[in-house]
Every structure is written in structure tokens, then in C-alpha cells.
């Protein structure tokens, strides 16, 4: 029976990260394909041990610049080469550039059929599809919707005005705030009223009830309940848990040091039975506590799954020898990590630089003229460089010095394409085309375009749904229900119900590109674009980005063999909560990149300032105030920043900075010191002294 898959390699042995079509490339017997890899002297031995270690639970302890997608990669093909059904390994990521480049380097190793390809996905992507199959068992339909940002906050401002919470109370972001923290650490409304200590949080508790009992009644879904969803049906459901553990014989987890307790509990779930599992990532990049990401999680791995192998890749080939000296000293300070010392591959290096300035207008000057100055001089793009920050706030002098001398930069994490009105709005009606009872979705579009229906009928309508327990579609069915509303309002309804049913017949027969423009055609939302314009040159801005998503709609054709408005709507689901993917476009320009230091992760510039660093910046304020964990996290969220860099690196501080208006005295941050070898590092003090009293 002849092989499933073929495996290329260059003529010359040389194992390649993609295909390149004009070099020559053979054909060899699949279970070659690793004796020639692990003798490749691009892989290390630490990356050898990693890849050959095929069985049982394994921590990758991955550094920064270590090569560890490589690893990642590599150990997949090599589980397909030793007769494990691509099928049956599944891999998790966290962010869908991650997976994409992750299938894109294996789809370059191996060809397989498109059906019999590893499963490899976000977290988010991988929990859409087992709810897909599953949550029905919990009372929600199986064609959910997923809220974005917007409808979340559309829904909390909402019952705070039921239950009559002032904004002075309890805001709607700080009500999304509390339930993200709650829903992350597997926290039910009961349970969150239940251990609510202040009156802001039983505010903020008894607001979570409504808001998911809401979410509920439409058959919605945000964006944690994904993965909690999903914790609920395998703690609650043992068979479901075992019906999908069974699909896979082997999981890896990358960026292991960013799981949260959900992701936790899904991939111990998952992986319990076989124990056939492989983490990767580095308990010193562990930045996301916010997030309820906790470093335990990989600290704790050997605990928690007896018998698991650690291999540590400590090889750097990112920055220069100067640079990981810098690196090595500042994380040295965490007592709460594994004993690990990046090696450079690259000897020697400019040593970083510390430049002090009298203020944060002194600094914002003189790192952008030390720009211009690398730009004109030494041959620097702007895409060489990069200007990392604390806090939200500081970028603005900085970008006003770039402005001023034309030097091209980009904000990273600015307004996303997805949060644009019109982008909002056609995805809206497409929801609400797929899954009707979407409410948050129904009650954006149903007067856009403006087609009669007021907000008092609206509002009047969605009093009878709430009373009635069900959703707004279901009482705009109602002939009883209309009654309350004027003639004119009546017609409109029912037009608007015929658009959508009408919409509904075209997208359940063959996607087609023509689907999209008959959509926009019947929805009219050329309309829509001309009433919310100036000028032709805002029509013909507004349009662009309803052209925009034509492009989106047809890129996905092109991928799809069986192209569907779920999985549409999923992948812009997923799309719109990945911070990273806007990051990237941005990336694509020439220019200087300015972002935050939680942004920067997973990054790299020949060239690097960090700024801003003084106590109450970095270390941020509230962490200096909490001290212990909070530091650590600063601590490496400071190492991030470091080790972003390749060649050059400069850190600077402002001995002054205005706040509220006034000027205050800066102290250097503490980091500094650490970094330059100026401050005792108190683990090495214990050690000294338990050594002395041995000696004794």
C-alpha cells in the first residue's frame, strides 16, 4: 500500500522551515525523514532530546529565542513518522498567527491529505468545536452565537440599568472586568454572590446572574465561556469527557506558562487517560496574570504528573552574548523559577546602554534624535526599531518627536479593523442570519438602515421577550405581540423578518462570493454608509471597509472545501479576540514600532529602547504597593523587554515626570540595579548563609 504522506528535503540534506519551489527537493522513504533531521546541525542536542522523547508527559523548558516552534514542529512530524494518524495528535497554541505558522511549517514537512492533518488550534478554536458537538447537554442550541467586546458591554450596561446601578457604582467595563476574573477561574454567579466581600463586588455579582442568565435566554455565548463551557460539560458530564479525550493519542501545549486554570483543567482532561502529553514554554515570560494566567501551572508539572521528563533549552540565537549578560542578572532576583542561564550563540555585543534624562520630555527627544541618527548614519530601516513602554500613556511624547522629523512609526494595538461601525454592523446581520435569536445582534441591525422600527418599539418588544423568558425574534413572530406596536412598526417587522428569512435561503445553499454581494444588496447598507458620512471622502473610506470584508469573505472560500457561515463567523469570532493578528498587519509597515512591553512578547528588533523605567513605572505602581508575586511578574515582564532585543539595547529613565499636572521626583527603578549588578540578590544572601552555618 503506498505511503500517506511524502517528506522533502533538499538535495542537500538541509531540513527547510517552508518549501521553496525553485530548489530541487526529493522524495524520501518516510520512517528516513528523522535520521537525516537529527543529524541536521541545525537542531541542538537539547532539540535532539526533545524531539526523540515521543512518550509519557514532557516540559520543554523553552528560553527566550531558543527555537522552540522548531522543537514543536519537528516532534509532530517526527510522532506522524513513527505511525501516529495525524489525526490523533492534537497541539494548542494561543493566538492564531501561532497555529497558522505552526501548520504552515508542518504542511512543509509532511504532505498529507487534507482530511488526515494534526489538529492544531487556539485554545478558543479547539473549545468552539467540542461545544459544536457538546452543548446541547448544558440547554444551549448548537448553532450559539459568540459575543464580541461590544455586545458584552451593550448586555452589562443593560442589567446594571435593571437591577439601577449607577455608572458611579459600578461601570460596565468593570462589570465585564469582574466577570472575566470570575469566569477564568471557573467562578458560577452562585458562587461569586456567595463570596463576594465588598458591596462593589455583590453589586458586580448579582449583575453577573442576570448578565448569564441573558446570554442564556438568546442562546449567545461570550468569549470565557468557551473554555469554561467546556470545563463544566467534562466535569459534569464524564462521558462527553471521555468522548473527547479519545479522539487524540497525544497533546502538546505551547506558551504552557500562560494557561489559566480553565486551560489547565481542559488539558489535564484531555491528556489524563494516555498522559501522552508535551508543554512548552518558559516560567521567566510568564506575563499574564492579569489575564489569570498562574506560573504554578508550569512550576508544578513534575508534581502534577509524576514521572515527566524537564529538557531545557537554554541556547539563544536571538541576542547578542552583551545582551543575555543583562537578561540572565535581572531574572537571577525571581526565587520562583527553574535554574536556567541563557547561552548566546552570538559572542560578544554592544554592551546596553542606561541613559537618565531630566524628564520624560528630555527622554521622548533623545531617543527619537538617537534615531534619526541611526536611520541617516548607520543604515537602520525603521522596521529595525522598536520603543517599549510600561503604561498606555506613554507613548504620546514619543510619537509627537516622530511626527515632527517624519520618521514612520506604528501604535501597535490601535483600532482594530473588526471595531469599525461597519464591520460591526455586517457582522451583526450575519449572526443574526445564522442564529436568529442572537439578541444583542438583532437589536443592532434591526433599524440599520433606518427602516421604522423606533427604540420605544424596539424596547417594547424586548420587555415581552424578558418577561417571557425567550428571545426578540421569537416575539417579532408573534402576531399577538405586534399588536402593541403601530401599524407602521408592524409592517416594518415583518418586512425585515422576510429580509432574513429571505437572507437565510441564500446563505444555506453554495457559498459563493456572489452570496456576500447579494447580501449587501439586500440589506441595502450603501444607505447605512451615505447617512453616517460627511463628505464623499468618508462614503468612500466607510466603503472601503465593506469592501474590506468582501476580501475577508472571499480569503475564506479559498481556504474552505466546505465553506459555511458558522464556521465564517467562528473564525471572525476568533479573529476579533486576537490581539496579535492586528499586531502583525501592523508589523508589515516600514516603520518604528511603538507598543507595550505585554505586547512586545513573542517579538524581535536588531534595535531596542526601553523607557521609562522608574519605580511606580516598571515596577508598575500597584505592584510596588503589593510587593512579592506582583513583582516577580514585573520582574519578568522587564526580562521580555530585554530579551526582545538582538543587537542593541538602550533603557532609560526620567529623574522627574509630571503627573496630574505636577512635577515629582522619579526613583530608578530597581531593575536597574539588578540589571547592572548594584543590588544584592537576597536568594544568593540565604544560600551564602546556609552555606556559612554548614561550614560551621
Not at 452589562?156 to 467595563?173: F, M, Q, Y
Not at 429571505?502 to 456576500?516: A, G, I, R, V, Y
Not at 512635577?663 to 530608578?668: D, G, I, S
Amino acid at each position: 500500500m503506498p505511503q500517506e504522506y511524502v517528506i522533502f528535503l533538499l538535495d542537500d540534506g538541509v531540513y527547510p522551515d517552508s518549501l521553496n519551489q525553485n530548489r530541487f527537493y526529493k522524495k524520501i522513504p518516510q520512517n528516513a525523514i528523522f535520521e537525516q533531521i537529527c543529524m541536521d546541525a541545525t537542531l541542538n542536542c537539547d532539540q535532539r532530546e526533545a524531539v526523540n522523547t515521543l512518550s509519557g508527559p514532557l516540559l520543554v523548558l523553552a528560553g527566550a529565542g531558543s527555537g522552540k516552534t522548531r522543537v514543536v514542529t519537528v516532534r509532530i512530524a517526527k510522532l506522524i513518522d513513527t505511525g501516529i494518524s495525524p489525526r490523533r495528535i492534537l497541539a494548542m497554541t494561543f493566538t492564531n498567527k501561532a497555529a497558522q505558522e505552526m501548520q504552515k511549517r508542518i504542511a512543509s514537512m509532511i504532505s498529507t491529505h487534507r482530511e488526515n492533518q494534526p489538529e492544531i488550534s487556539t485554545f478558543h478554536s479547539l473549545c468552539v468545536r467540542i461545544l459544536r458537538r457538546q452543548i446541547h447537554n448544558l440547554g444551549y442550541p448548537n448553532n450559539f452565537s459568540i459575543l464580541d467586546a461590544s455586545d458584552q458591554n451593550s448586555i452589562c450596561r443593560k442589567v446594571l440599568r435593571e437591577i439601577r446601578v449607577s455608572d458611579a457604582s459600578l461601570k460596565p467595563r468593570d462589570l465585564l472586568y469582574h466577570i472575566g476574573q470570575w469566569k477564568s477561574r471557573g467562578i458560577s454567579p452562585k458562587i461569586a454572590t456567595r463570596d463576594a466581600d465588598t458591596d462593589r463586588e455583590h453589586l458586580a455579582a448579582v449583575a453577573f446572574r442576570r448578565y448569564q442568565d441573558e446570554l442564556t435566554r438568546c442562546g449567545t455565548v461570550d468569549f470565557d465561556d468557551l473554555l469554561l463551557l467546556t470545563s463544566v460539560l467534562f466535569r459534569d458530564y464524564p462521558e462527553v469527557r471521555e468522548n473527547e479525550a479519545d479522539r487524540f493519542d497525544h497533546i502538546l501545549v505551547d506558551e504552557y506558562q500562560d494557561t489559566n486554570d480553565i486551560q489547565y483543567s481542559i488539558v489535564k482532561s484531555l491528556s489524563q487517560k494516555h498522559r501522552n502529553l508535551c508543554v512548552v514554554g518558559d516560567d521567566d515570560q510568564s506575563i499574564y496574570g492579569f489575564r489569570g494566567s498562574d506560573v504554578r501551572h508550569i512550576l508544578n508539572f513534575a508534581s502534577d504528573w509524576p514521572g515527566a521528563k524537564t529538557i531545557r533549552l537554554e541556547a539563544n540565537y536571538r541576542s547578542t552574548e552583551a545582551i543575555l549578560e543583562v537578561s540572565n542578572r535581572l531574572i537571577r532576583f525571581n526565587a520562583n523559577r527553574y535554574d536556567k542561564v541563557l547561552k548566546a550563540a552570538r559572542a560578544g555585543g554592544q554592551k546596553p546602554r542606561i541613559e537618565q534624562f531630566g524628564d520624560e520630555e528630555h527622554e521622548s527627544k533623545q531617543v527619537v534624535t538617537s534615531i534619526r541618527r541611526d536611520l541617516e548614519s548607520n543604515g537602520r530601516q525603521p522596521s529595525d526599531i522598536a520603543i517599549l513602554f510600561r503604561t498606555n500613556e506613554q507613548p504620546r511624547l514619543f510619537e509627537t518627536e516622530l511626527r515632527k522629523f517624519d520618521i514612520p512609526y506604528v501604535l501597535l494595538g490601535s483600532h482594530s479593523f473588526y471595531d469599525r461601525k461597519e464591520i460591526k454592523d455586517l457582522v451583526a446581520y450575519l449572526r443574526v442570519i445564522h442564529h436568529a435569536d442572537d439578541e444583542p445582534s438583532m437589536r443592532r441591525i434591526i433599524n440599520n438602515p433606518p427602516r421604522g422600527i423606533s427604540a420605544n418599539s424596539v424596547s417594547a418588544l424586548v420587555e415581552i421577550a424578558t418577561q417571557r423568558g425567550v428571545s426578540l425574534w421569537q416575539v417579532m413572530l408573534d402576531n399577538e405581540a405586534l399588536q402593541t406596536l403601530k401599524v407602521p412598526a408592524r409592517m416594518s417587522i415583518r418586512n425585515f423578518i422576510e429580509t432574513i428569512r429571505s437572507l437565510q435561503q441564500t446563505f444555506s445553499e453554495n457559498l459563493e462570493l456572489s452570496t456576500f454581494h447579494s447580501f449587501l444588496s439586500a440589506i441595502q447598507y450603501k444607505k447605512e454608509v451615505l447617512r453616517n458620512s460627511e463628505d464623499e471622502a468618508e462614503t468612500e473610506q466607510r466603503w472601503a471597509s465593506v469592501e474590506e470584508m468582501a476580501n475577508v469573505f472571499g480569503a475564506y472560500l479559498g481556504r474552505k472545501r466546505k465553506p459555511t457561515l458558522e464556521s465564517f463567523l467562528e473564525e471572525i469570532a476568533l479573529a476579533e479576540s486576537d490581539f496579535d493578528d492586528d499586531k502583525d498587519d501592523q508589523l508589515d509597515r516600514n516603520a518604528v514600532a511603538l507598543l507595550t512591553l505585554h505586547a512586545s512578547k513573542g517579538l524581535e528588533f536588531p534595535v531596542v529602547y526601553m523607557v521609562g523605567l522608574e519605580e511606580g513605572l516598571l515596577p508598575h505602581g500597584r505592584a510596588v504597593a503589593a510587593e512579592g508575586p506582583a513583582i516577580d511578574e514585573e520582574r519578568r515582564l522587564a526580562y521580555v523587554g530585554v530579551t526582545r532585543a538582538q543587537d542593541e539595547l538602550t533603557l532609560s529613565l526620567s529623574l522627574t515626570r509630571r503627573k496630574w499636572g505636577r512635577v515629582q521626583e522619579q526613583n530608578p527603578s530597581r531593575f536597574l540595579f539588578e540589571m547592572i549588578g548594584q543590588a544584592d540578590n537576597p536568594h544568593d544572601a540565604v544560600v551564602k548563609r546556609e552555606t556559612e552555618t554548614t561550614n560551621h
